[in-house]
């Protein structure tokens, strides 16, 4: 997995796995080369069995600006991008694993989608968030789709058809973003938030982002039947019996 990309640089760490974006000339813009990537790298993490959590982020000043603009506009990004874009991010949001991203600098467009595709977002503040497709003659993707979801329709409808950006203090306020880190501590804080991410991350953690996943598409009877499936898993896995010796015996769980 790792080593093997020229847009990206992929580590592991025993059951993290670093997904770092990595064309800093281009603030991390994606070409046709970055899609195939990100789609290959992430089907690869999602296959692996003892990977728990993905940690995305950016090199040089930006998270990404989204799908290149000047391959865009030199007629180098076909519409099979946009396919192998969208199919990468629901790769992200469904896989069995946990995906943490940091935004640094600029997460707009498909920066942005990446980052909304994650679970959870640590953002500094000064960071400039948006979905500026409309300016572009586009469709912002399926943020179309997931924005609304955070901050509500109404908050969705005016940043998309505007195409306006907000700055990373706005974002946390309006539920964009989950944490912020200081603007020269930002890399050491989000390790912290990884941490106290992984302190959690049973098979519990996981199943339970795969019922969030339904939360706003699924009626109640469907909902419920996922969760005693999911429910029944979780109290069969060894991580249950870990986290109730843990309680027992006063001490932290080791996830298994």
Not at 101 to 111: E, K
Not at 113 to 130: N, W
Request: hydrophobic share 45%; charged share 25%.
């Amino acid at each position: 997995m790792t080593g093997q990309y020229e847009t990206l640089n992929v580590t592991r760490e025993e059951r993290l796995v670093r997904l770092e974006l990595e064309r800093p000339e281009r603030l991390n813009a994606v070409a046709m080369t970055g899609a195939r990537e990100i789609l290959d790298a992430v089907g690869r993490i999602a296959a692996d069995d003892d990977v728990r959590m993905v940690a995305f982020t950016g090199s040089g000043r930006a998270f990404s600006t989204g799908i290149d603009l000047k391959d865009l506009a030199a007629g180098q990004i076909d519409p099979s991008y946009f396919d192998l874009w969208d199919s990468a991010l629901r790769v992200i949001e469904t896989m069995d694993k946990l995906a943490i991203c940091l935004i640094h600098g600029y997460a707009i467009g498909g920066g942005l989608q990446l980052a909304l595709a994650c679970d959870i977002r640590v953002c500094t503040r000064s960071a400039k968030l948006g979905l500026p497709a409309i300016k572009e003659g586009l469709i912002p993707g399926l943020g179309t789709f997931r924005l609304a979801r955070y901050i509500g329709l109404g908050r969705a409808k005016s940043l998309i058809i505007r195409g306006n950006m907000v700055d990373g203090t706005e974002a946390e306020r309006i539920g964009m973003v989950d944490h912020l880190v200081g603007e020269d501590t930002a890399f050491e804080e989000f390790d912290d938030w990884l941490a106290e991410y992984a302190a959690t991350n049973s098979a519990s953690c996981r199943a339970s982002k795969q019922m969030l996943l339904d939360c706003f598409d699924l009626g109640w009877e469907a909902f419920f039947r996922k969760y005693l499936t999911l429910q029944e898993k979780a109290v069969a896995a060894p991580d249950f019996a870990e986290a109730m010796d843990a309680y027992r015996t006063g001490r932290d769980p080791q996830w298994k």
